[in-house]
């Protein structure tokens, strides 16, 4: 495995942990608002190999609690629940950071208790799920499958959307409602641009639109919250 990214130390990747966040290459979406599309698109250039990091972890024994594994999509790799392993060897937490199209993969690691938290990405309502992730004529059933093994799970996790305004309005948060209806954890993110996203023409909602939207999930989704606003 080749390590793309590494966040030496957080407090903000992995809840109430101290974490070191690692990113690995590759997705499967295409999201126009995406903050490392550098991992998307192929252009970024590998940081360091699997030794390496795995040398880092071992001088951070007793200082961090957890990792988190990032990108692009974790999930894309085979050879995730070996990496995990030897971070779990080492006696470190492990949270996962996924888009959710990867139901087998993530079946197989929470039957294995390899992760400890997951955090899936909502894009959307179902509607409009394929335009919001830059793949019109995708097929929506693997996240489908990753909300129900996630809800249905012994794990710790989190639902997360990341709002944009031109992609979401109040239609979209009473269809997400329906699809999450009673999840433990779901977070509204406010987009917030940077130069490196693939679509600048994009914006953030107004902290009252994302209010609002809290109101209109409240019926399905009382745990529902905003981060970072
Ligand atoms: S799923 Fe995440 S990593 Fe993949 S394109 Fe979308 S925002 Fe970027």
Known sequence: ????????????????????TVFLNGCDFKCPYCHNFELVDGTARPLMEEEEFFSFLGKRKGILDGIAI?????CLHRELPDFIRRIRAMGFLVKLDTNGYHPEML?????????????????????KYGITVGVPKLDT???????????????????RTTVVKEFHDEKDFEEIGEMIRGAKKYFLQQYTCRDTVPDQTLNPPSKEELKQY???LSKNVPNARLRGV
Not at 1 to 20: C, N, R, S
Not at 70 to 74: A, D, I
């Open 107 to 127: 079946l197989s690691l929470i039957e294995e208790h390899l992760v400890d938290y997951v955090a899936m990405d909502i894009k959307n309502s179902f509607t």
């Open 70 to 74: 990032s990108g692009g999509e974790p």
């Open 214 to 216: 809290l109101v209109v």
């Open 141 to 159: 059933e693997p996240v489908r499958r990753s909300i129900d093994i996630l809800m249905n799970s012994d794990r710790d996790y989190e639902f």
């Open 1 to 20: 495995m080749q390590i793309y990214g590494l966040q030496k130390m957080t407090l903000l990747d992995y809840p109430e942990h101290v974490a070191a």
